[in-house]
């Protein structure tokens, strides 16, 4: 049974940081891409940042690209997201998504596995 499990989420000052985790249990962790997705009330869950299988490869939406920084650690099965300069609009339910496969996507359709979320509140 697979199984992510997010953290970190919280309230911050606009400007401020917080650090997301995934713990992932139950798959391949190392043979599987991951990504983070937000979901703000009343819009759709959209895309934040994805990493490949290895960690050398990512890519990000342009509304957190140069704040946000994903990585993981295939050692202890699990993905981060560090979000720095934070603003009120990234106020959302982030959630971490497993892919069964080693290559990193942006879709949401594309991802297998999903966790139950973590709330960030910016406050201005």
């Known amino acids: 049974q697979v199984q992510l499990v997010e953290s970190g989420g919280g309230m911050v000052q606009a400007g401020g940081s917080l650090r997301l985790s995934c713990a992932a249990s139950?798959?391949?962790?190392?043979?599987?891409?991951m990504g983070w997705f937000r979901q703000a009330p009343g819009k759709e869950r959209e895309f934040v940042a994805t990493?490949?299988?290895?960690?050398?490869?990512?890519d990000y939406a342009d509304a957190v690209m140069g704040r946000f920084t994903i990585s993981r650690d295939n050692a202890k099965n699990t993905v981060y997201l560090q979000m720095n300069s934070l603003k009120p609009e990234d106020t959302a339910a982030y959630y971490c998504?497993?892919?069964?496969?080693?290559?990193?996507?942006?879709?949401?359709?594309?991802?297998?596995?999903w966790g139950q979320g973590t709330q960030v509140t910016v406050s201005s």
């Open positions: 990493i490949a299988w290895a960690g050398g490869t990512t």
């Open positions: 139950g798959l391949p962790f190392s043979r599987s891409a």
């Open positions: 998504a497993a892919r069964r496969v080693v290559w990193m996507a942006r879709k949401s359709t594309d991802y297998n596995y």
